[in-house]
């Protein structure tokens, strides 16, 4: 059976709240997560937290179970404005 895995993908303005829990509930169950900002390595969300990304989404080129999309509104406004 392939390993589970996913992906959280930050965009400038994410709700912090949305990605850090996913984050820390997905490593708590053994799976592994990587963090992908979407324009830098230095992702600022809506509350002026600072997370820094493990890659860039542009490099991520594996297969992941599950994709998590931290909203907010700047953050949810830049997900769907990328061509990524």
């Keep these: 059976m392939e390993a589970k ?3 959280i993908i930050l965009a400038e303005g994410f709700e912090e709240i949305e990605a850090v829990t996913p984050i820390d509930l997905l490593r708590r169950a053994g799976i592994p ?3 992908a900002g979407l324009s830098g390595l230095s992702v600022r969300g809506g509350h002026d937290i600072v997370l820094q990304a ?3 989404l ?3 080129t594996a297969d992941f179970c599950a994709v998590v999309l931290p909203g907010g509104g700047m953050g949810a406004k830049h997900l769907r404005e990328s061509a990524e």
């Design 58 to 60: 542009s490099e991520c």
């Design 33 to 35: 997560v990587t963090t």
């Design 54 to 56: 493990e890659a860039l």
């Design 5 to 7: 895995s996913a992906l």
